[in-house]
């Protein structure tokens, strides 16, 4: 059910996401979504991609570390108060968020949220119990 | 018992010169005859075996270096057929290549006869009883003193490393008498008999042989106080036998070369130029009888002064220094020394492969000390919070290791800059201006 990202570690140096993009861009990956953390020395670049397993092998190629990760995703909404409403249905199962992102979609009036929280199984359960739809790997494909 | 083998032990320096003399003819033929990189080397500088009459001579032929033996892993040094080899060791191969060293059983029988030497110049007899905690394997820590033991006598212990309350219950239930690890395991050792409330008069411990990494006088009297005993000190690698290549006696003032297997030169690092006594330089060996992997001139990056003072234990085998640091990499940080090997055996240990880049610099007067280490997929962790929990739990290794704390800084695979295929170890930016630390 859950929605795969990528994660790729990042040394902190200028140029570092120019390259990551546009290796993928050679090998013709779409990102739909991505998001990075940063620190002072290092960043974590999290990603969801057309081709996961196209992304991941080019990237080992050029010797990256990149990790596909289970992530929650949540079609909400776009009006004011949705993510409010996803955040609390969480809030009320005692689920805590570890990060999240959001994207838009080319055409419909919706955003989606990538949520990464420790028990994805018990987020997608409260969320969809709550009447959320969660999206897929195969629903970023038709975005 | 004074002595292993007293007759050698204490000969008279010509008559040590002249063991010398005839079996490096002996070995260089040996080596010309099966192993293809001396022939070629010797060949490119146009000297034959028929030019080494003796000692004197052995400036005649070529250095080899740790490089050389990684090109010619694993057989390309091999001196005699590999079905007379009883015996490999290895190093732990810190760039991907290990290096292999073969033994013949002569070669093993030498080997232990001097791991036999050092353990009679700490104290033991056959009536002791030794327990041996350094690892056992392809290390040649366990193995060389446990060969030792053997050949001295004494009940051996082969504990190999770690579970240090198995170490403690048989040092105590079987009464050793010496113990043989490093330096750091020995201290180790020693705060956790502390902890179980053994005073350091009450184990029956009397001497322990303590090598295989870089320790200070200051650790030996920490150890020293803390076991009851007296440290001794012994060196080796493996490339030339293991431990044992020379000792300490009860002076504990530099360590007796065991000459009449090994020769020891000191020569200026950058020139290759031989240095008289008493200078401080790199430290070359040429092994004289070994069969199997007999280095010639091998240069072993140690910095070192040898000395032929006479000792008062009456040994008359010229005596070395600790190892002031290496030719290549030997760091002093907040006043500590620190060499990469140490921090690569952190590394190892903690499950990480040893591409790393120490940088020193210097702010506020105080020095600033960072590791970079890369990190591979497995250890990638999602978020933030894990990679910085596995820097932390790095640097609290790296400091009971070193003594001193470092940042850990997880880099991206392949990120460190690397020169001919090597990472570039160390960046010290504090050393521009001053001259190399071992010049003097």
């Given at each position: 059910m859950a929605l795969k990202q990528?994660?790729?570690?990042?040394?902190?140096?200028?140029?570092?996401?120019?390259?990551?993009?546009?290796?993928l861009a050679q090998?013709?990956?779409?990102?739909?979504?991505?998001?990075?953390?940063?620190?002072?020395?290092?960043?974590?670049?999290?990603?969801?991609?057309?081709?996961?397993?196209?992304?991941?092998?080019?990237?080992?190629?050029?010797?990256?570390?990149?990790?596909?990760?289970?992530?929650?995703?949540?079609?909400?909404?776009?009006?004011?108060?949705?993510?409010?409403?996803?955040?609390?249905?969480?809030?009320?199962?005692?689920?805590?968020?570890?990060?999240l992102y959001a994207f838009c979609a080319r055409t419909e009036r919706h955003a989606y949220m990538v949520i990464r929280v420790a028990d994805n199984e018990k987020a997608e359960k409260v969320l969809t119990e709550a009447g959320f739809h969660m999206i897929t790997d195969s629903d970023v494909l038709k975005l | 018992m004074?002595?292993?083998?007293?007759?050698?032990?204490?000969?008279?320096?010509?008559?040590?010169?002249?063991?010398?003399?005839?079996?490096?003819?002996?070995?260089?033929?040996?080596?010309?005859?099966?192993?293809?990189?001396?022939?070629?080397?010797?060949?490119?500088?146009?000297?034959?075996?028929?030019?080494?009459?003796?000692?004197?001579?052995?400036?005649?032929?070529?250095?080899?270096?740790?490089?050389?033996?990684?090109?010619?892993?694993p057989f390309g040094l091999?001196?005699?057929?590999?079905?007379?080899?009883?015996?490999?060791?290895?190093?732990?191969?810190?760039?991907?290549?290990?290096?292999?060293?073969?033994?013949?059983?002569?070669?093993?029988?030498?080997?232990?006869?001097?791991?036999?030497?050092?353990?009679?110049?700490?104290?033991?007899?056959?009536?002791?009883?030794?327990?041996?905690?350094?690892?056992?394997?392809?290390?040649?820590?366990?193995?060389?003193?446990?060969?030792?033991?053997?050949?001295?006598?004494?009940?051996?212990l082969p504990m190999s490393s770690g579970n240090t309350d198995r170490q403690i219950q048989f040092m105590m239930d079987l009464g050793a008498t010496v113990l043989c690890c490093t330096p750091s395991y020995a201290a180790y050792i020693g705060e956790s008999l502390k902890e179980r409330g053994i005073a350091p008069e009450d184990n029956p411990l009397k001497a322990g042989i303590f090598g295989a990494e870089p320790w200070t006088e200051e650790m030996r009297q920490g150890i020293q106080k803390a076991l009851g005993i007296k440290a001794y000190d012994i060196y080796g690698l493996t490339e030339i036998s293991g431990p044992g290549v020379s000792f300490e006696c009860e002076e504990q003032q530099g360590m007796h070369i065991n000459e009449d297997h090994f020769?020891?030169?000191?020569?200026?690092p950058d020139t290759g130029e031989v240095l008289p006594e008493g200078s401080k330089g790199e430290l070359v060996f040429t092994c004289l009888d070994k069969e199997a992997f007999p280095l010639l001139r091998y240069r072993?990056?140690?910095?070192?002064?040898?000395?032929?003072?006479?000792?008062?234990?009456?040994?008359?085998?010229?005596?070395?220094?600790?190892?002031?640091?290496?030719?290549?990499d030997m760091l002093i940080?907040?006043?500590?020394?620190?060499?990469?090997?140490?921090?690569?055996?952190?590394?190892?240990?903690?499950?990480?492969?040893?591409?790393?880049?120490?940088?020193?610099?210097?702010?506020?007067?105080?020095?600033?000390?960072?590791?970079?280490?890369e990190m591979d997929d497995d250890m990638f962790a999602d978020t933030v919070a894990g990679i910085t929990r596995r820097e932390k739990a790095l640097a609290t290794a790296m400091k009971s290791?070193?003594?001193?704390?470092?940042?850990?800084?997880?880099?991206?695979?392949?990120?460190?800059?690397?020169s001919e295929g090597k990472a570039v170890r160390v960046i010290d930016k504090r050393k521009l201006t001053s001259d190399r630390q071992w010049k003097g």
């Open positions: 990528l994660s790729v570690f990042v040394d902190n140096t200028s140029g570092a996401l120019a390259d990551i993009t546009s290796i090998a013709e990956v779409n990102l739909r979504a991505l998001s990075i953390a940063d620190t002072e020395h290092f960043g974590i670049l999290r990603m969801i991609v057309s081709d996961n397993d196209l992304a991941t092998s080019v990237l080992k190629e050029h010797n990256y570390a990149v990790k596909e990760t289970q992530v929650v995703g949540v079609k909400i909404g776009d009006a004011p108060g949705r993510l409010a409403a996803v955040l609390t249905v969480l809030k009320d199962a005692g689920i805590n968020l570890e990060y | 004074r002595y292993f083998q007293e007759k050698i032990e204490t000969m008279p320096l010509e008559e040590i010169r002249k063991i010398q003399s005839e079996k490096l003819v002996r070995q260089v033929r040996h080596v010309y005859e099966h192993v293809r990189c001396y022939r070629e080397r010797m060949d490119e500088m146009g000297v034959k075996p028929e030019d080494i009459h003796g000692i004197d001579d052995l400036r005649k032929l070529p250095f080899l270096t740790k490089d050389d033996l990684r090109d010619n892993y091999l001196a005699v057929p590999k079905k007379d080899c009883v015996r490999i060791q290895s190093t732990s191969g810190t760039t991907g290549r290990r290096v292999v060293a073969f033994y013949t059983q002569h070669d093993v029988d030498l080997w232990e006869e001097c791991c036999a030497r050092a353990l009679v110049a700490a104290g033991a007899t056959s009536d002791d009883v030794c327990q041996v905690s350094y690892g056992y394997g392809l290390f040649t820590g366990g193995p060389g003193l446990n060969g030792g033991s053997h050949k001295l006598g004494c009940l051996t020769v020891a030169e000191i020569i200026d072993t990056r140690d910095i070192c002064v040898l000395s032929r003072k006479k000792c008062s234990c009456g040994r008359t085998f010229m005596r070395m220094t600790k190892p002031m640091g290496r030719s290549d940080i907040r006043g500590v020394n620190v060499f990469p090997s140490q921090i690569e055996t952190v590394l190892l240990k903690e499950g990480y492969a040893p591409n790393y880049q120490i940088i020193v610099d210097r702010a506020n007067n105080t020095d600033v000390f960072d590791i970079m280490v290791m070193l003594g001193i704390n470092p940042a850990i800084h997880l880099v991206a695979p392949r990120s460190i800059q690397r």
